[in-house]
Structure formats: C-alpha cells, structure tokens
C-alpha cells in the first residue's frame, strides 16, 4: 500500500513499525531457498494491497454521522487491520521506476 505523507504522520510508532514489518516480509527474498541469490539481477515488482480497520465513535462525541466521518479523516488509522482478498496489485507506474531503463518492461 502507498501512503501518504499526511498519512504517515498521523501512524502511531506501533502502526508505522507493522508497515515495516510488513514491507520487509514482502521485499526479502532471501529468505525463500528457491529465490534467486543476491548476485544475480531481479525486476523489482512492485505491489500494493488493501487493509481496512474499524472505528468506534462515540455518539456522545459525534451526533451525526457526517461528523463521525469527519472525526474519523483527522485520526491516524486504525491499530489493527485486515487484509482484503485479492486486492493485491501491480504498481504499473512504479515498474519503470524501480526497473533499470535498460530493459523492456
């Protein structure tokens, strides 16, 4: 998934590091036996895929829906998310950017 900068800074250290982890567990292929070796060139391919979490607004805090969506706009996502099925996806625009201009894509 691609954030933000707006986005970031509103992640808590606990969400940001789930992020890391994340794209850490995505981008090492070192870990895989059957991966190619570091030495050997690799396309980068880059992917994003779709969380989604859930928020509890208090009624108290918001009467009307509206301004529980627009409490919700301004709070740094949610702490605990899921995976949505088959939302993973190639970053078309980013092949050329993280591929050399050497090779087709």
């Not at 970031?8 to 982890?21: A, C, D, G, V, Y």
């Not at 391919?45 to 009467?63: A, D, E, F, L, R």
Request: glycine share 2%; charged share 30%; hydrophobic share 30%.
């Amino acid at each position: 998934m691609v954030y933000s900068n707006r986005e970031l800074m509103k992640m808590t250290p606990k969400q940001l590091e789930l992020i890391q982890q994340s794209q850490r567990a995505v981008s090492n292929v070192e870990t895989d036996p059957e991966a190619p070796q570091s030495e050997e060139k690799c396309w980068n391919i880059p992917v994003t895929w779709t969380c989604w979490g859930m928020y509890k607004v208090p009624k108290s805090q918001c009467s009307t829906i509206d301004d529980a969506i627009a409490f919700v706009e301004k709070e740094p996502l949610p702490d605990q998310g899921e995976y949505v099925d088959d939302s993973m996806r190639i970053d078309m625009e980013g092949l050329s950017i993280h591929n050399s201009s050497e090779e087709e894509i």
